[in-house]
């Protein structure tokens, strides 16, 4: 279970969270509620998640799916059903700055940025390296933003890198870290509404086999 801060410790981070984090609700009850949210959000670093989304792109409607394993140091595959008929794309960060994508044929591809690479072998591209926090309901701490909270504490909305993320709701089971369950990312080329059906902790013994496993 993640370790949860003391009150007196929220408030000090939700005080020390307005020039680091943006705009946060005037409530003082809020911006501790963000806080801790904050905290057990960032928490959460490995996960397998899988997800389904409804992506529009170029004037036509998609529908997608994603399975997303992401290890505590940062290294991560992603299997995306891509459209036009593109089938399942494989990405993965073995290193950081290292990403490779294969493609359904086997031909393999690489580049420094996960964006850019999907981009040149796809033809479009998917925020990725902003979705890696985003999917938590982060903004990313690296870039400039800003931030609507809800009356729980929690990110409503998120303006950052060009992209305009809304979160509809969360996960709110016992004992698990609240994270989003339903939210869509917007920008001048594209709408992905994704829905998370599960997330899961991976194992922080797990091996590369599991975390990188070898797809037929």
Same mark, same amino acid.
């Given at each position: ?50 997800? #389904? ?5 170029? +004037? ?36 950081? +700055? ?38 938590? +309901? ?43 369950? #339903? ?34």
């Amino acid at each position: 279970m993640l370790q949860r801060y003391t009150f007196l410790a929220v408030v000090l981070l939700a005080v020390s969270a307005c020039s680091r984090y943006g705009q946060l609700a005037d409530d003082p009850a809020i911006e501790a509620l963000w806080a801790e949210q904050r905290t057990v959000a960032t928490e959460v670093t490995q996960w397998n998640l899988y997800a #389904r989304g409804a992506l529009r792109l170029k +004037g036509e409607a998609y529908n997608i799916g994603i399975r997303w394993q992401r290890h505590a140091d940062g290294r991560f595959m992603m299997l995306l059903e891509a459209p036009f008929g593109q089938g399942v794309l494989r990405i993965s960060a073995t290193a950081p +700055g290292q990403y490779t994508l294969r493609l359904p044929d086997g031909q393999l591809f690489e580049n420094s940025s996960a964006e850019a690479l999907l981009l040149d072998v796809a033809g479009w591209s998917l925020p990725i390296d902003g979705l890696d926090y985003w999917v938590r +309901g982060l903004p990313h701490p690296d870039s400039v933003h800003s931030l609507r909270l809800n009356s729980a504490g929690r990110a409503q909305s998120i303006r950052q890198d060009n992209w305009d993320i809304a979160y509809l709701d969360y996960f709110s089971e016992v004992n698990e870290p609240p994270l989003p369950r #339903r939210f869509s990312l917007t920008n001048d080329k594209l709408r992905l509404k994704l829905v998370i059906e599960r997330w899961q902790q991976v194992p922080a013994a797990a091996s590369d086999t599991d975390l990188f496993p070898v797809f037929d």
